[in-house]
Nanobody, 126 residues
Framework: QVHLAESGGGLVPPGGSLRLSCEAS????????MAWFRQAPGGEREFVAG????????YYTKSVEGRFTMSKDNAKNTVYLQMNSLKTEDTAVYYC???????????????????WGQGTQVTVSS
């Protein structure tokens, strides 16, 4: 049974940093496309960052480019999202997602992912 467990969320002031982790069990992440999404209150789930299969290139939504960095540790079967220079508009529940069969053009589409974590709350506020 596949399980994605996010951790690392919390409350930080604007300009602060957090590192989210997503530990996978029941699958080996390397051949999977792994991604981070977020959902703010009243909003739709939106793509934040993703690594397409094992190719290694990371894609970001424009609003986080230069501030967020996604990485993978295949030995720990874990992906990370380092978030720096956080803004109030980054406040959301952050979700980890995985899928093995999706194509690159579907990277940013939540409905294309088979597996999801339970989410971790990130609140940026002074």
């Amino acid at each position: 049974q596949v399980h994605l467990a996010e951790s690392g969320g919390g409350l930080v002031p604007p300009g602060g940093s957090l590192r989210l982790s997503c530990e996978a069990s029941g699958l080996t992440i390397n051949p999977y496309t792994m991604a981070w999404f977020r959902q703010a209150p009243g909003g739709e789930r939106e793509f934040v960052a993703g690594v397409f299969r094992s190719y290694g290139r990371t894609y970001y939504t424009k609003s986080v480019e230069g501030r967020f960095t996604m990485s993978k540790d295949n030995a720990k079967n874990t992906v990370y999202l380092q978030m720096n220079s956080l803004k109030t508009e980054d406040t959301a529940v952050y979700y980890c997602a995985a899928d093995r069969g999706l194509i690159l053009s579907s990277l940013r589409v939540p409905a294309q992912y088979d597996f999801w974590g339970q989410g971790t709350q990130v609140t940026v506020s002074s």
